[in-house]
T-cell receptor, first 111, second 114 residues
């Protein structure tokens, strides 16, 4: 069974640009969670998508957004990038009450 | 809100030593508890879980018991290997509400030397 896949592995942007991160869940999983792992801040919940809808978001500004497609894959968009957005962005998928399974992440570096 | 507190690292051990990583939690409901492991350059892997009080999760020689009376979920392994070197995260989530937001501890780095 293929795991959660994320792309790209690394992304380098400059301040003010926009970034798009992608996530493909495990087959059969309908929920996607996004987390940010920033140095010194630990792992923080960003967004939850389920059945194509945004269901909940963490304490992040509106320039963090995304969507979930009919095949349950998901995109995370970050607009107007700031230096403090540099982090590892992790996607996890699940279904029902199963534990979340994580991808290897996208490392976003802002220059 | 819910929170998880883990012991500070790094924890440095010799191969075959006994490992304990402490984890305590605060939650208003009845969360499920997890240990995830992160190897360098990788995402998080689920190591073990427990869904209710007195449950014991186990995997790859690691164990943790859900202790409601002490709100703890300490990770133990009887004999660590060099390959166990990684960062370990304790986490909780309310699985039965539909919204499974994981609340993580700060992580504990384990370094095992030969």
């Amino acid at each position: 069974e293929a795991g959660v896949t994320q792309s790209p592995t690394h992304l380098i942007k400059t301040r003010g640009q926009q970034a798009t991160l992608r996530c493909s869940p495990i087959s059969g999983h309908t929920s996607v969670y996004w987390y940010q792992q920033a140095l010194g801040l630990g792992l923080q919940f960003l967004l939850w998508y389920d059945e194509g809808e945004e269901r909940n978001r963490g304490n992040f500004p509106p320039r963090f957004s995304g969507r979930q497609f009919p095949n349950y894959s998901s995109e995370l968009n970050v607009n107007a990038l700031e230096l403090e957005d540099s982090a590892l962005y992790l996607c996890a998928s699940t279904r029902g009450e199963q534990p979340q399974h994580f991808g290897d992440g996208t490392r976003l570096s802002i220059l | 809100g819910d929170s998880v507190t883990q012991m500070e690292g790094p924890v440095t051990l010799s191969e075959e030593a006994f490992l304990t990583i402490n984890c305590t939690y605060t939650a208003t409901g009845y969360p499920s508890l997890f240990w995830y492991v992160q190897y360098p350059g990788e995402g998080l892997q689920l190591l073990l879980k427990a869904t209710k009080a007195d449950d014991k999760g186990s995997n790859k020689g690691f164990e943790a018991t859900y202790r409601k009376e002490t709100t703890s979920f300490h990770l133990e392994k009887g004999s660590v290997q060099v390959s166990d070197s990684a960062v370990y995260f304790c986490a909780l989530a309310e699985l039965n509400t539909g919204f499974q937001k994981l609340v993580f501890g700060t992580g504990t780095r384990l370094l095992v030397s030969p």
